[in-house]
């Protein structure tokens, strides 16, 4: 029995992951932290790895434990770890590729139906006492144009859902070989997809290349009273900017990531209409919840039984 430590930034992860690393320390931090006392941690308990869901792994997290040797993320963004100081203290950050696919394409499916026929807010509307059949027109996603911002395991599952229910299916991804798109879906540029949208799905990383991506200039070619789902990350979009369409009318939303999370009492999201939020839960299905812990102890373990070189 190693005496090895593993830091997990979260109270309590799938049991299935815990048996995988059973002969390691679990050293958890629970879901609320400050930065200070992770790294105040980390130099207490020198890990040999973070499993990291909630927190910042920044570069005073990752110099803090000479003994660190790997960061499995639980699950597949990247955009919390310092990949670059990583690199230089050699340490591996490792994405938990694929893990939680499947539940974060349904929830944009779900976000798209839901904004589509504004559901929630009938919902809201109804247990008010209000009858709003008159004059209520739904978006039908049959025939509708859905655009979509990075075709990886995510997106590739929303273009095959939306292909099922008929929509036509354009993709802007600078990295993907057209050949491997179905018939009839259409590889273009960002700012000719954007006009040709009545919903755009967001589906890449956020990285230097991508943050911003969806500015207050590139809001503008979308089509009045576009649908915009963001299961991505907040930071691909002018949070402000989209707040000030919605407002006005021109655009609706459905967003799972923050720039803010947990969202502030005070949040500006609070007061805005033609959107519907959902607490960055896109992965946490029972599949995705297992699929990203045993993915970042599978990392985690196959890391730590590397031999030096
Ligand atoms: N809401 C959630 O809970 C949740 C869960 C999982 C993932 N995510 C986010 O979704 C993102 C995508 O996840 P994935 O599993 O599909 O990753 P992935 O790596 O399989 O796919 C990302 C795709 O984006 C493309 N891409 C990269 N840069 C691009 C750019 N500049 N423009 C257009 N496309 C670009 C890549 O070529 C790739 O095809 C993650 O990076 C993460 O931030 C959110
Ligand atoms: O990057 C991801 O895979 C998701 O954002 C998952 O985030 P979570 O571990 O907080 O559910």
Not at 116 to 145: F, N
Not at 234 to 254: F, N, P, R, S, Y
Not at 298 to 309: A, C, D, G, T
């Amino acid at each position: 029995m190693t005496t090895d430590t593993i830091v997990v930034t979260e109270a309590k992860i799938h049991p299935d992951a815990v048996a995988l690393l059973a002969g390691y320390r679990l050293v958890y931090t629970g879901a609320k932290f400050g930065q200070d006392e992770l790294v105040a941690l980390c130099e207490r308990e020198q890990p040999v790895a973070i499993l990291a869901r909630y927190g910042r792994i920044d570069r005073r997290v990752l110099s803090a434990s000479p003994r660190l040797k790997v960061v499995g993320r639980h699950g597949v963004g990247m955009d919390a770890i310092d990949q670059e100081a990583a690199r230089e203290l050699g340490i591996a950050a490792v994405a938990a590729i694929g893990s939680n696919s499947q539940a974060v394409a349904e929830h944009a499916l779900g976000l798209m139906l839901a904004c589509a026929r504004r559901i929630p807010w009938l919902d809201r509307r109804m247990h008010d006492g209000h009858w709003d059949k008159a004059g209520y027109i739904g978006l039908e996603l049959s025939g509708a144009t859905l655009g979509i911002v990075g075709c990886g395991s995510i997106g590739a599952r929303v273009m095959r859902f939306a292909l099922a229910i008929g929509m036509q299916v354009r993709v802007c991804d600078p990295y993907i070989e057209p050949s491997t798109l179905p018939p009839g879906v259409v590889l273009c540029a960002l700012e000719e997809l954007l006009p040709l949208c009545d919903v755009l799905s967001l589906h890449c990383p956020l990285d230097d290349a991508t943050r911003g991506l969806l500015d207050e200039r590139r809001m503008g070619l979308l089509r009045k009273n576009a649908i915009v789902i963001n299961t991505a990350r907040a930071g691909l979009v002018d949070e402000t900017a989209i707040q000030q369409k919605l407002k006005a009318g021109e655009l609706q939303l459905g967003m799972d990531c923050f720039a803010v999370e947990p969202m502030a009492e005070d949040s500006p999201w609070l007061e805005t209409p033609n959107a519907v939020l959902t607490p960055h839960i896109g992965g946490t299905t029972d599949g995705g919840l297992r699929g990203m812990a045993v993915g970042a102890a599978e990392n985690i373990v196959k890391h730590l039984k590397r031999p030096n070189i």
